[in-house]
C-alpha cells in the first residue's frame, strides 16, 4: 500500500472529479463490479479450494503471488486474529493452516523474518493454545528449521510505543506495537466472522490487534479510528480466511450451530477492496451496511467505490 | 557424627525447592489440566485436615496426606518442623545469614512456648463449633498465601522493572539483558504482573514472623505455631528420641546454650521431646560425641509447658468466640459483590473449609480471584473473592478448582463449570454510554462467552446530551444465559467504576440450580 506523506491526493482528486458520477456509483456498488474506465484498479484474488492452506496460497496468486508483496530481506509482521480462546472449528480466529501458508509464502519470497503475534481478548496463553495457532506455526518452523525467521509470540507491555498519527480524525496519538510499526511489510491475515458492533469484522477491524491500551473505548468511534489505525501503519496485504464463517454471536461465537463452511479466501493489497469483496460475497452487504468499511471509503484509505475493484476469482 | 546435620540441612533444602517448584508451576502452562499436586504441602499438614474436617462437618478425602504426617510424627516425634516445613527452613536460612552474628539469650521467656498450645486449643475449639480461622496462624497456609500475595509479586515486580530498564539502555546491554530476561520469563517469572489487594498488610505480617528470629531463634516455631503445638502433642512419645551416653558426658552446657529450639532444659540429660524438632544440631557440635538419636530407651520426656486451666480457658474462649460470629449481619445480608469462585461450596460450608492459602488466586489465570479484606466478615478474612474490574473468571478455565487443597472449591469438569453462575450481571443504565445516548460501545457484549450471548442489544432511540435523537445498540443482560463471568465489567471502558457489573444474586452455590 501507500507508504506515509500525503499519498491520497490522486484518489480524492478523482472522488471529487467524479462528482455526481462517483456518489451515484457508491450508491450503488453491487453489483456490478465493473473495472472503473481510466481509474486506477485494485485486484482482488477470490479463491475457492479444499484445504485452507490452498485456499490461502491461491488467492495471494491471484493477485499476483507473494513476490509482488514481500521482497527479499524483509522483516514481515503477520497478523492473525487470535483474540479469543477459542478452537479452529469454532471460527474465531485464523485458521492455522491458512497462517501457515501465509509464512510459508513470505518466507519463499526470502523475508528475513516473520513475526507472528496479537493482541488478545482472552488470556493470550490460551488464545494461542487453543487457536491452534501457536502449535501450527512453531510446528512448520522446527520442522523447516525456520525457528529463526519464524516465531509466534506473545505482546509485551513495554514494547507498545505512543505513536501519533497526523491527520487523525479521531485518535491523534495511541500505543501502537513497535514491532508492527519497525516492520517492512505486514500481512493481515483476518478470519472473516459475524461482529456485533461492527457488522462484521475482515480485514480493517483485525489491525486492532496491534493497538495497546484501552482499546474498549476505540468502539466509540471504531470507523474513523480503523482509518487512523490504517494510516499510520499501512498494510502491504491482506489475506481473509473465510473457509469457516461464524454467523451469529460473533465475535467470539462458541457454538458449532453458528459457524457456517464458506470455503473461499480474499486477498488484496488494498485492505479496503478486500473487506468490500468479503462482506459483499460472504455476507450478502455493501459498505454503505457497514459503518467502517464505508468510512474507509469514504475517507480515501483505499478503493473509494467498487468500480475500482478488478475481482479476479479462481 | 556430622552426617545427620547435614541430612537435615539437605532435607530442609530439598523440601524448599520442592515448594518453590510446585509454586512455580501452580500456573496455567498451556495445559487445561496441572499435571503435579501443586497443593501437596496444605494436604500434608494435619492442622488444617483437622480443622477444615471439624468446621466442615465432613470427611474431606482430599486431605488423607495429613494423616500420614500424623501417623509418622506420632512414631518418630516431631520430626516436621525440623526437616520438612518450608517455612522452618525460611526461618533457619534466615537465621543463617541475617541474624548469623546477633546475640539473642534468655531475650524472650522460655514460658512463651505454651502460647502455641492456646492457640491451638483455642483454635481447635473454635473449629469444634463451626468456627474456622486456623488460616491465621498455619504456617503453611502463611507461606502459600505470602508467595502468592506478596512475595512472589514483588520479586516478578522488581525484575520486570530491572529489565525494562535494561531493555531501554544504549548500546550493548539488552543483548546481554534480553536472553537472561527470555529464560526467567519462560522459567520463572509471571506471565503478567500479578497484583492483590491486601499484598502489603501480608508481606509486613511474614516480615514480621521473620524479624521475631532477632529475638529468639525460631520464635514463630516455639512460642506461636499451632501446628507446632499440635505435631508436640501427637510426637512427644515418638521414637526417634536425643539421648544422652552420660558417662561421657561432662556437662559442659553447648548443646543446651546452642539449641535452637530450647527443648534442652536444666539438665543437659533431660530433652523435651515435644519441643525438639531432630534438627541433629546437638549431635553435630557435641565435643564428647556422646549425644545420639535412636529408637532405644532414655530419659522420660520433659513435663509439657501445660496446664489444665491454660487448655480449658483457652478451649472456652475459642468455643466463646463463636456466636458472636454467628450474630453478625453478614450472614443475613451478604455483601453482594462477594462474588465466589466457580464450585464453591455454599458460604457457610465455604469458609469452615477454605484454608485462605490463596492457592486459587495463585492460579487464576485472568489475576481476578482476589483476597478479601471485610467482604466476607472478619472471619472470612483472605477468602477468594472475584474482582472483576481486576480480572474476570475465563469461561474455558477450571484451574481453581483443581488446586483447592480442602475441596472448599468443588473441581468441576469443564461443561459444568461453564454452566455455574458466579452471579449476574447488571447493566448501570445511567452510566452505560448507548444507555445515556453518549456514545457508541457494545463491548460487553462483544466479549460475553457464553455461545449464544448473554448479552444482547437492542436497537433503540435515544436522545443525545445535545437534544437529537439517535439509534443506539443498548445492552440487555439474559439471565437465563449469564454466568457471573465478570469480563463485561472487566473490558468496560468506563475507566473507574464499569456500567455493567456483576452481583452474586442467582450464583449456583446458593440457587443449587444449575443453569441451563
Known amino acids: 500500500m501507500n507508504p506515509g506523506g500525503c499519498p491520497f491526493s490522486r484518489r480524492r482528486f478523482l472522488q471529487a472529479a467524479g462528482g455526481a458520477a462517483g456518489a451515484l456509483a457508491a450508491s450503488v456498488l453491487f453489483p456490478p463490479l465493473l473495472p472503473a474506465a481510466g481509474g486506477k484498479t485494485v485486484d482482488v484474488g477470490v479463491a475457492s479450494a479444499a484445504s485452507p492452506a490452498e485456499r490461502a496460497r491461491k488467492a495471494v496468486a491471484l493477485v499476483g503471488g507473494m513476490k509482488s508483496f514481500v521482497s527479499r530481506g524483509d522483516v514481515v509482521v503477520l497478523k492473525p486474529n487470535i483474540g479469543w480462546d477459542r478452537t479452529p472449528e469454532q471460527g474465531a480466529n485464523t485458521d492455522p493452516e491458512f497462517v501457515v501458508a501465509v509464512a510459508e509464502m513470505c518466507l519463499a519470497e526470502g523475508a528475513r523474518s516473520v513475526h507472528v503475534f496479537d493482541r488478545t481478548c482472552n488470556d493470550a496463553r490460551r488464545c494461542y493454545v487453543n487457536s491452534g495457532i501457536k502449535d501450527a506455526v512453531e510446528q512448520f518452523a522446527r520442522k523447516n528449521r525456520v525457528e529463526n525467521a519464524l516465531r509466534i509470540y506473545h505482546v509485551e507491555d513495554r514494547k507498545f510505543v505512543r505513536t501519533s498519527i497526523p491527520n487523525a480524525l479521531s485518535i491523534k496519538e495511541w500505543d501502537l506495537y513497535r514491532d508492527a510499526l519497525e516492520a517492512d511489510k505486514i500481512v493481515n491475515v483476518p478470519i472473516a466472522k459475524h461482529h456485533s458492533l461492527a457488522g462484521i469484522t475482515l480485514g480493517l477491524k483485525n489491525m486492532m490487534g496491534i493497538m495497546g491500551g484501552n482499546r474498549g473505548q476505540i468502539h466509540q468511534r471504531l470507523p474513523e479510528c480503523l482509518v487512523d489505525i490504517h494510516r499510520r501503519v499501512p498494510v502491504a496485504l491482506t489475506v481473509i480466511d473465510a473457509g469457516r464463517v461464524l454467523v451469529r454471536n460473533g465475535p467470539s461465537g462458541g457454538n458449532l450451530a453458528d459457524v457456517k463452511p464458506f470455503g473461499k479466501a480474499f486477498a488484496s493489497r488494498d485492505v479496503v477492496a478486500a473487506d468490500v469483496v468479503a462482506a459483499e460475497k460472504i455476507f450478502r452487504l455493501s459498505p454503505r451496511d457497514v459503518g467502517h468499511i464505508g468510512k474507509a471509503m469514504e475517507s480515501g484509505l483505499g478503493v473509494s467505490s467498487g468500480a475500482q475493484i478488478r475481482l479476479i476469482e479462481g | ?516
Open chain 2, 1 to 516: 557424627m556430622k552426617t545427620t546435620r547435614t541430612l537435615r540441612r539437605a532435607s530442609q533444602w530439598g523440601v524448599f525447592l520442592l515448594f518453590a517448584f510446585l509454586f512455580l508451576n501452580t500456573e496455567y502452562k498451556d495445559n487445561d489440566v496441572l499435571p503435579y499436586a501443586v497443593n501437596l504441602f496444605l494436604r500434608l499438614d494435619p492442622l488444617m485436615a483437622g480443622a477444615a474436617t471439624l468446621a466442615g462437618r465432613a470427611l474431606i478425602g482430599l486431605v488423607w496426606p495429613a494423616l500420614v504426617v500424623a501417623l509418622l510424627t506420632a512414631v518418630l516425634g516431631r520430626f516436621f518442623c525440623g526437616w520438612f516445613c518450608p517455612l522452618g527452613a525460611v526461618i533457619d536460612a534466615v537465621d543463617a545469614t541475617v541474624f548469623r552474628k546477633v546475640r539473642r539469650r534468655d531475650a524472650v521467656l522460655v514460658s512463651w512456648r505454651r502460647y502455641k498450645f492456646l492457640i491451638l486449643f483455642f483454635l481447635a475449639a473454635s473449629s469444634l463449633f463451626t468456627l474456622q480461622w486456623v488460616f491465621l496462624f498455619d504456617p503453611i497456609s502463611i507461606l502459600i498465601r505470602t508467595f502468592t500475595v506478596s512475595v512472589f509479586p514483588a520479586l516478578n515486580f522488581v525484575l520486570h522493572r530491572t529489565f525494562d530498564g535494561l531493555y531501554r539502555a544504549p548500546g550493548p546491554i539488552p543483548w546481554i539483558s534480553e536472553p537472561v530476561y527470555g529464560l526467567l520469563k519462560s522459567h520463572f517469572l509471571a506471565f503478567e504482573q500479578p497484583v492483590f489487594r491486601t499484598s502489603a498488610f501480608v508481606g509486613l505480617l511474614f516480615l514480621g514472623i521473620l524479624a521475631a528470629e532477632g529475638y529468639q531463634r525460631r520464635f514463630w516455631c516455639r512460642n506461636l505455631c499451632p501446628l507446632g503445638g499440635l505435631l508436640a502433642l501427637v510426637g512427644r512419645f515418638g521414637l526417634f528420641r536425643r539421648r544422652i551416653t552420660e558417662a561421657g558426658c561432662t556437662r559442659c552446657g553447648l548443646c543446651e546454650s546452642d539449641c535452637r529450639m530450647a527443648a534442652i532444659g536444666g539438665d543437659v540429660a533431660v530433652t523435651d521431646h515435644g519441643e525438639c524438632i531432630g534438627c541433629m544440631d546437638c549431635q553435630a557440635i557435641c565435643p564428647e560425641e556422646v549425644i545420639h538419636f535412636s529408637g532405644k530407651e532414655g530419659r522420660k520426656p520433659a513435663a509439657v509447658d501445660l496446664t489444665r486451666r491454660g487448655v480449658l480457658a483457652s478451649a472456652a474462649l475459642g468455643a466463646v468466640t463463636v456466636p458472636f460470629f454467628r450474630v453478625e449481619a453478614y450472614g443475613k445480608a451478604q455483601d453482594p459483590l462477594l462474588i465466589r469462585p466457580p464450585g464453591a461450596l455454599p458460604e457457610r460450608e465455604f469458609l469452615a473449609r477454605c484454608t485462605r492459602c490463596g492457592e486459587c488466586m495463585r492460579v487464576c489465570i485472568a489475576n481476578g480471584l482476589q483476597p478479601t479484606w471485610f467482604e466476607a466478615g472478619i472471619e472470612g478474612m483472605w477468602s477468594p473473592i472475584l474482582v472483576s474490574r481486576i480480572g474476570y473468571c475465563e469461561f474455558n478455565c477450571t484451574l481453581c478448582g483443581q488446586v483447592c487443597p480442602t475441596g472448599a472449591i468443588r473441581r468441576l469438569p469443564l461443561p459444568e463449570k461453564r454452566k455455574t453462575k458466579l452471579g449476574l450481571a447488571y447493566v448501570d443504565r445511567s452510566r452505560c454510554l448507548p444507555w445515556v445516548g453518549q456514545a457508541d460501545c457494545i463491548v460487553c457484549e462483544e466479549h460475553c462467552p457464553t455461545w449464544s450471548k448473554a448479552i444482547v442489544f437492542r436497537e433503540e432511540r435515544t436522545r443525545t446530551i445535545g437534544g437529537e435523537w439517535r439509534i443506539f445498540k443498548k445492552p440487555y443482560i439474559d439471565e437465563d444465559l449469564c454466568v457471573g463471568c465478570g469480563i463485561c465489567e472487566t473490558k468496560c471502558p468506563l475507566t473507574d467504576r464499569a456500567a455493567v457489573l456483576v452481583t452474586s444474586r442467582g450464583e449456583t452455590r446458593s440457587t443449587g440450580v444449575l443453569a441451563r
